[in-house]
């Protein structure tokens, strides 16, 4: 007797259905359903036990795939009121039916076998495809149904909507993110006179609630390339963004409409463009991405500079390393190390008196201000000990991120 026909010999010895019973052999034949599998291996054992009249007596299943209309159902009424185009399915079984399985595999030594779970996740959502004309996706489903077979529940999730931008911020008074009370840590307290955060708006609340309502959501997250000091402004080419909205009901949005009506409503704090749709994976990317940054900063120094002073000041920086170590004005909360950067580029925009503009490019992650000032000698070389003279910064600018979106972006 063939190893093959032993394994069925041994398994019909026990009351399975013919789904079970195909199972163990999910992995010699394709172009098959697990229960015409059963059914034909049954069919050439002479002698063999017909298929349990009661299929909730087979030792494995206990009738489970009797019930595969009745969770599709509970899946295709747990989505209603999402927009989804595609899904996913898996389920939650007995462990007693798993590991009884696992036995008889164990027994009889099957190992050509596909699992329980496996095929209950196919054959549901056979059905559920079919019901709502969507289709399957196993690496980025927007809607993930899991079936508790134990108590006849659908637990859905729909996948966050990500829609990605680029936004401009003209406001030197407001941060990219919502900053929650240092003292109630959102929960409203004197400090913030009710309002649970340090700054009336943000970037954040003037792009998130928006698209948020528009998908229908229950929360918005959000996303930088980067982030720029709250008395920066972020000019040129704009700081690529990715919204997430947790929750959304619907995922077709008129993304135009929407950056028009952010525009308007945000009365000059800040502007957006670009936008659309986006993902998971890119907003990761573009959280963990590093591109190098321009930027225009005003720097007054307490006394006026002279030619050589100021061609120094470029000699010695331009295409040249310098050491950083954290910030005092951060160092509250970022680990006090030393970081490596380049400034790729200076220039002297404009002098007028005491003050010089300097347009800068240096790698992601420089501090602008600590470059100019020194920041008492914790970065090194700086503009202010190259000159010989200490300066303050008046202002700063971010005016081009240089990713790989940023041509045709000006």
């Known amino acids: 007797m063939s190893e093959r026909l032993q394994i069925a010999s041994q398994a019909l010895q026990r009351p399975l259905c013919n789904h079970c019973l195909g199972r163990l052999f999910a992995k ?38 009797l019930e595969v209309e009745k969770f599709a159902d509970l899946c295709v009424r747990s989505g209603e009121g999402y927009e989804f185009t595609t899904f ?45 004309a969507i289709t399957a996706d196993f ?20 996948t ?18 919502r900053w929650p009370c240092r003292e109630c840590r959102g929960k409203g307290c004197p400090r913030c006179a009710g309002k ?3 700054y009336d708006t943000s970037v954040q609340d003037q792009i998130g609630p928006t698209v948020m309502r528009h998908a229908e959501g229950e929360e918005d997250f959000f996303h930088g390339m980067g982030r720029e000091d709250i008395d920066a402004c972020m000019l040129g080419n704009g700081r690529p963004f990715v919204t997430e909205v947790r929750n959304p009901k619907r995922r077709t949005l008129d993304l135009p409409a ?61 295409e040249n390393p310098i050491s950083q170590q954290t910030p005092t004005r951060v160092s509250h909360r970022r680990a ?19 003050e010089v503009v300097f347009v800068v490019e240096t790698d992601s992650g420089t501090y602008i201000k600590e470059l100019m000032h020194g920041d008492q000698g914790r ?31 000006g």
């Open 196 to 198: 649970g955060k340090m």
């Open 258 to 318: 929407i950056e028009s009506e952010i525009n308007s409503s945000a009365k000059g704090l800040i502007e957006i463009e670009g936008l659309r749709s986006s993902s998971r994976s890119e907003m990761r990317a573009i959280k963990e991405s590093a591109h190098p940054k321009t930027y225009r900063v005003r720097v007054r120094f307490q006394h006026v500079l002279d030619d050589r002073k100021l061609k120094d000041i470029v000699r010695v920086l331009a």
């Open 28 to 65: 010699v034949t394709s172009g098959l359903t697990n229960e015409q599998r059963g059914l034909l291996v049954r069919s050439s054992m002479t002698d063999a036990a017909p298929e349990p009249s009661d299929l909730t007596e087979c030792s494995i299943c206990k009738g489970l795939f």
């Open 88 to 132: 996913l399915l898996g389920t939650k079984v007995d462990v007693d039916l798993l590991e009884a399985e696992e036995q008889l595999w164990a027994d009889i030594g099957a190992e050509e076998v596909e699992s329980l779970k496996s095929e209950l996740n196919r054959e549901i959502g056979k059905i559920v495809e079919k019901r709502l």
């Open 336 to 354: 006090d190390l030393e970081r490596l950067r380049t400034v790729r580029r200076i220039e002297i925009e404009s002098v007028e008196g005491q």
């Open 160 to 177: 966050p909507l990500f829609v990605y931008g680029r936004y401009r911020k003209f406001s030197r008074e407001i941060p990219q993110t």
């Open 379 to 409: 970065t090194n070389p700086n503009v202010a000990d190259v000159a010989g003279v200490p300066c303050e910064v008046l202002q700063l600018d971010v005016i081009r991120i240089g990713d790989k979106e940023a041509e045709g972006h």
């Open 139 to 158: 690496s980025n489903p927007e809607m993930v149904f899991l079936v508790d077979t134990r108590f006849d529940r659908v637990v859905p999730s729909i």
